[in-house]
């Protein structure tokens, strides 16, 4: 440090003596200043890089040109300095992109990069997350990552796959995340799906068995966390048996502690034990079972704590009961289940009390306003925590970063992985999953009958158009040779009718017009669409607006019902549950073969569909579909679907 005063003070030589004077001794201070802070810890910095390194941001939008918050829909593809700046003044821990953030893999490494870059020290390198489940929760371009068929089609291959096909998809998002950049993913989910109305997670979930769910969640965690991603299993301690989405609103399970432990808890004590995934996720729900203590709301009201603010469930189940030594990270704090009843900085300060480690998502940023805003938010929360409070929290945030891969691994993914064998499994998972839960086992139409040249005529009743055109693409890549040989929306030989914006009196729907088909394919998708699926928060006013544009769920049910009633006797019926399996119940007297195919995804721009693929190939060809129920059917009869066989 001498030989670098001495060089600086030869250099004001030729300056004014005041002036050498008043720079000798600033560059004496600073340089003191520096040697203290060096050998003695400052309370302040310590803190703040603390607190920054305990929140993860989300950077989905950002308008320089300070458009209001909630109107702001320019997508993040490259970092604004502004939010560098932000990140690295703050010592920010890390962040989470969405689909909008994601659009190429040459734009994705370039965005990544330029995020690594704001870390304020080489062993706090940054956390980096997306929701890259599988399924309808993905967030990579499908042309480079596929997002697969989702967790319960997972669920219905293991009567002949095991966990295998599982443990190939964690390889691969997980090769394909770092190869971008990406280094945490908030996957796999391990809810029980124990109710049927769940409107948030089941398909999401591998189905309702707790021995089938652990044995899948701790395959695909530990294949994941070996590409060189942190796994977050989800999201504790369950959001399986819930109707009410806590994006939306706030859910209560009111079962009772053995039932909580045996059901609900049980797949994160099991991967745990056995995978030792690095984060585990919490759940905006209240369990009075667990923690029936209160909280006063915004509104002046006491709420039972949710599972989130909670030290009981966190602190004395979690760490201590169950042992995990790694992150507890919350869902984002956006979500209505948290923000229509705290503050942010009441949920931030009431989750770390609790003893998560990472607030995700816990202070909106989309202008220079909320910047600002933010500023005077950290202030605020370097002011009320106490330094000794976050200590162990941050030890623990900085353990699991030393061992972060940073680099990504193309070289690798490109080998073990290129496009048309990730393409492969994605078709092979759809074939492996879809499962008739009844009617007869062979073809509508057997070789000989389409060879004889039959006039057959077919109906398509699907949820919208875009599933109308992605079946008949399926259909025609059988080479099925039926009547007329193109088919197209709206044509008098084939129709396919969009339940969405069917009228009740439509004269395409009455017994007459429906005397003229052989066979009549309806699907229906239920639930409909989560924020979580569509992203997040943001896209509460795109979901109501497409609320209003459409039929209800209900009206499109009662329109399968009466289609499928005002058939003639010896037309064929096949009822799809394009999403859960759960409303077939309502169609077993109406359908002479049901199909559960888990995944109702479309590609807009070619009208790809893998699991549209598979059930065209179970329909038009004489072969059994090997997938089984991961979850119980009730039917009205009484009896029950049998759901797959649970490993032991």
């Not at 308008?63 to 970092?79: A, F, I």
């Amino acid at each position: 440090m001498i030989n670098q005063m001495v060089n600086r003070f030869d250099k004001l030589f030729t300056q004014p003596l005041s002036i050498v004077v008043l720079i000798c001794l600033s560059i004496i201070i600073v340089e003191l200043s520096g040697k203290v802070y060096a050998n003695t810890p400052d309370t302040h910095i310590d803190k703040t890089k603390m607190l920054g390194q305990k929140l993860m941001l989300d950077l989905r939008y950002f308008c320089p040109d300070d458009t209001p918050s909630k109107q702001c829909k320019q997508p993040v593809t490259e970092l604004p300095s502004e939010l560098s700046r932000l990140l690295s003044r703050h010592a920010i821990g890390g962040v989470i992109l969405f689909a909008e953030n994601l659009v190429t893999t040459t734009q994705i490494k370039k965005l990544t990069a330029q995020i690594h870059a704001t870390a304020i020290d080489h062993d706090l390198p940054m956390f980096i997350a997306v929701d890259q489940e599988g399924g309808r929760v993905a967030r990579l371009p499908t042309d480079y990552s596929p997002a697969f068929s989702g967790n319960m089609a997972l669920g219905a291959t293991y009567a002949k796959h095991q966990t295998q096909l599982a443990s190939q998809v964690a390889e691969v998002i997980g090769q394909d995340l770092l190869a971008m950049g990406i280094n945490v993913n908030f996957a796999p989910t391990v809810d029980v799906n124990a109710n049927p109305q769940n409107p948030v997670i089941n398909v999401r979930s591998f189905g309702e068995s707790v021995p089938l769910v652990s044995a899948f969640g701790s395959a695909f965690t530990q294949t994941l966390q070996a590409q060189g991603v942190l796994a977050a299993i989800k999201h504790f301690p369950g959001h399986g048996d819930t109707h009410v989405d806590s994006h939306t609103g706030l859910p209560q399970v009111i079962h009772n502690k053995a039932t909580i432990m045996a059901q609900d808890v049980a797949p994160f004590a099991h991967i745990i034990a056995t995978a030792q995934p690095s984060f585990v996720m919490t759940a905006h729900i209240q369990f009075p079972a667990l923690d029936d203590s209160t909280l006063i709301t915004t509104k002046g009201e006491k709420q039972i704590r949710p599972a989130t603010l909670s030290r009981p469930i966190l602190t004395d189940l979690l760490r201590e009961q169950l042992k995990f030594d790694g992150l507890i990270v919350t869902d984002a704090l956006d979500m209505a289940g948290i923000a229509q009843y705290f503050t942010p900085l009441d949920a931030v300060l009431e989750t770390f009390n609790a003893g998560a480690d990472i607030a995700l998502m816990p202070f909106t940023i989309r202008n220079h306003q909320d910047i600002r805003e933010f500023a005077r938010f950290m202030s605020a929360l370097s002011t009320t925590i106490n330094l000794a409070d976050i200590e162990d929290s941050f030890a623990r945030i900085k353990g699991i970063k030393q061992h972060l891969t940073i680099t990504g691994l193309a070289t690798n993914t490109d080998k073990n992985w290129p496009v048309v064998r990730k393409q492969q499994l994605a078709a092979n998972i759809a074939k492996a999953s879809v499962t008739q839960v009844f009617g007869a086992t062979k073809a509508l139409f057997s070789a000989e009958e389409l060879n004889a040249g039959t006039q057959m005529k077919i109906l398509l009743v699907m949820p919208d158009e875009l599933r109308c055109a992605g079946l008949n693409h399926a259909i025609k890549a059988q080479q099925i040779d039926i009547n007329p040989t193109q088919i197209k929306l709206q044509t008098d030989g084939l129709q396919c009718l969009s339940t969405t914006t069917l009228a009740p009196a439509d004269p395409r729907i009455t017994m007459q017009a429906l005397e003229q088909y052989d066979v009549v394919i309806a699907g229906d998708i239920s639930p409909q669409v989560s924020l979580i699926e569509m992203g997040g928060m943001d896209d509460l006013s795109a979901l109501q607006a497409l609320g209003k544009r459409r039929n209800s769920l209900a009206l499109q049910q009662q329109l399968l019902k009466d289609i499928l009633g005002n058939v003639q006797p010896d037309t064929h019926t096949v009822f799809v549950a394009l999403r859960t399996p759960y409303i077939i119940n309502e169609f077993t007297e109406l359908s002479d073969a049901a199909y559960a195919i888990y995944d109702y995804r479309v590609d807009e721009t070619n009208l790809h569909s893998d699991s549209f693929n598979a059930l065209a190939l179970y329909l038009f060809n004489d072969l059994a579909a090997p997938g089984v129920l991961p979850v119980t059917i009730p039917f009205r009869n009484g009896s029950a679907a049998i759901p797959a066989v649970s490993p032991r």
